[in-house]
């Protein structure tokens, strides 16, 4: 059997790129929405559709979303945590030792998100949350969009590829 490096893993620079482009794409998204809204503003983007400027405190899904209850703190120290585990289990194969390039790719799009976030939490002390689906009671961002597909890519994958079936190893 051959001896593999804990970090030589294929695709790690399209990876870093795909990473690079989505968070900036996040940040220059909440970017423009801070330069154009007022808090709490909000405009009709599509037909359900807004655009509608919310500063997130708290966790996911405005979560503890109070600046009073001082919890950006924990949700900075977890996220900073998972993110770094995430940087491992991409960039390496110390977390995972045999997946395929595609779960590598989703993995990196979680990574993405939380990344995003996490530079709101150190840069402005909060999350820039502005897409507000009119059936939905949540205002969310770019990179949680990431995160929720990547979950749900992973969730796919898992349910339609077994394990066994995984020709790729690294």
């Known amino acids: 059997m051959k ?5 030589k893993v294929k695709n790690a620079g399209y990876l870093f790129l795909l990473i690079i ?13 801070e330069i154009n809204f007022s ?4 405009i009709n983007f599509y037909s359900i559709v807004n655009f509608t400027f919310i500063k997130n405190f708290g966790g996911a899904f405005n979560l503890l979303n109070d600046p009073s209850l001082n919890t950006g703190l924990i949700f900075t ?5 998972i993110c770094i585990y995430l940087i491992f289990a991409v ?6 030792k045999n997946i395929s ?3 590598r790719f989703f993995w990196s799009l979680i990574l993405s998100g939380g990344l995003g976030n996490l ?3 150190f840069t402005r002390g909060y999350v820039v949350d ?8 949540y205002v969310f961002n770019l990179a949680d969009c990431f995160v929720t597909l990547g979950i749900i890519f992973l969730i796919i994958d898992s349910i339609f590829y077994q394990k066994s079936n995984v020709t790729e190893n690294y």
């Open 21 to 33: 482009f989505l968070v900036s794409l996040d940040q220059v998204s909440k970017y423009f929405i």
């Open 3 to 7: 001896k593999e490096s804990f970090f």
């Open 119 to 121: 530079i709101d939490r």
């Open 130 to 137: 502005f897409i507000d689906i009119t059936f939905n009671p």
């Open 39 to 42: 808090h709490y503003e909000s």
């Open 77 to 81: 120290l977890l996220v900073s945590l």
């Open 91 to 96: 960039f390496t194969n110390l977390v995972f």
């Open 101 to 103: 390039s595609r779960e």
